[in-house]
């Protein structure tokens, strides 16, 4: 039962973990309490900057067999109903060369599934329904039990990938919940009007709701509507029949109640809750944290995937040395959370201000009116949302001026 490594979650954090550290020659454990395909809250887009990092893990098939819907760019509509048009192609990556044309919008029950198949090709072995009860340390590792009977799991180095209320986090005392208190609901829609291939935000009351549409077709064609509410303000509401909120709450958006046309819901809402919960710290001896499990902030630039997935980059290139040195100390594992927090501070604060904007309606609509007028800025703001662009193209003060003044 002793392997290299340990990770608890096989969603895409844990498992593109899992490829990188197998094919770096470490025996891996992958745990995870469900059976996949399993499905999961989210709004199911892709930024551009997603594909190039399922390409690098070999998870070519849903890509390509199941041709997920195909997004130019985002039209985000402010509560007055002005709409900002960001393209994708506009704009060259980071390098000044690489050209991103599209986001993808598919299904989290085929990707998640497609890249734990993944793992188990490089050579992970997969444990489903398996869930963490307790852990212990040991000598030179961890041991995992699982919730009721089943053998313990013990490893060198455990990394925990279990997702936003990450029960190793929370066992390990290194979560803590933050200020926002806001409520994820996404469903799989039809009846939307006027869809094209644009995925869609829209801002009004302090909520705000995402559609992206996932095949094409004006009027009928499937999409994923994610919403966003204020818990305090609608958790009552809502509490016992999330369908029905989120059907009536499309109707207080200007610029969507008049395109609702006989709504059918396809899969049953996926409700979220506690949604912005931070990590004190990413790593320590034996141990580092991934994806959602290091903490989370909020859904309105859709970039989770992304961070999972370069999460699991970083995770090997620190932990990969670090085991064939069998140096797994917390000095030694601390150059992860100095890799990622210097990756993803940027982001994060970007991602603050879109928040404060969709908080203060003013704001927002004089944000949307200046955007609409430079439509550079707003191919900016969307390329960097998009994970193509560094946060620094619009935290410089030039820019963060001319949206403001
Ligand atoms: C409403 C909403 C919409 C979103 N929309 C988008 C979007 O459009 N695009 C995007 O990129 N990101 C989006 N995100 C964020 C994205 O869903 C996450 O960032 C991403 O899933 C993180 O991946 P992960 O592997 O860290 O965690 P998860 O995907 O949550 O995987 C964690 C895994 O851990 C397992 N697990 C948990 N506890 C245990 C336990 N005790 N024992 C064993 N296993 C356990 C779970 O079963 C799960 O499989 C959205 C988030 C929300 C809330």
Known sequence: MRYDVAIVGAGPAGAASAIHLARGGQSVALLDRAIFPRDKPCAEYLSPAVEPLLYALGIEAPLEAERPHRLRGFRIYAPDGSVIQGDFAATRGADGQSLFETGLVIRRLLLDAAIVEGARRAGAEVREGWRLGRIARIDGGYRLYPVGAGEPVEARLLVAADGLHSTVARRLGLHA???????GLVAHIRGIAGLVEYGEMHVANRRYVGVAPMEPGDHDALCNVAMVVDEERDGRQLAGRPEEF????????????????????????????RLSIH?????????????????????????????????????ASVALPALAHDDLSAAALGAYDRLYRQAFRGKRLVEQIIQLAVQTPPLMNHIAHVLRERKAMADTMIAVTGDFLPASAVLRPGYLLRLIV
């Open 246 to 273: 989120l059907l009536a709450s499309l109707r207080t958006f200007p610029r969507l109640r008049d395109r609702l046309d006989q709504l059918s819901v396809e899969r049953r809402t996926l409700t979220v809750s």
């Open 177 to 183: 919940t933050g200020r926002m208190r806001k409520i």
């Open 279 to 315: 990590a004190r710290r990413l790593s320590d001896a034996r141990l580092l944290l991934v994806g959602d499990a290091t903490g989370y902030y909020d859904p309105f630039t859709g970039e989770g995937i992304y961070r999972a997935l370069r999460g699991a980059e970083m995770v």
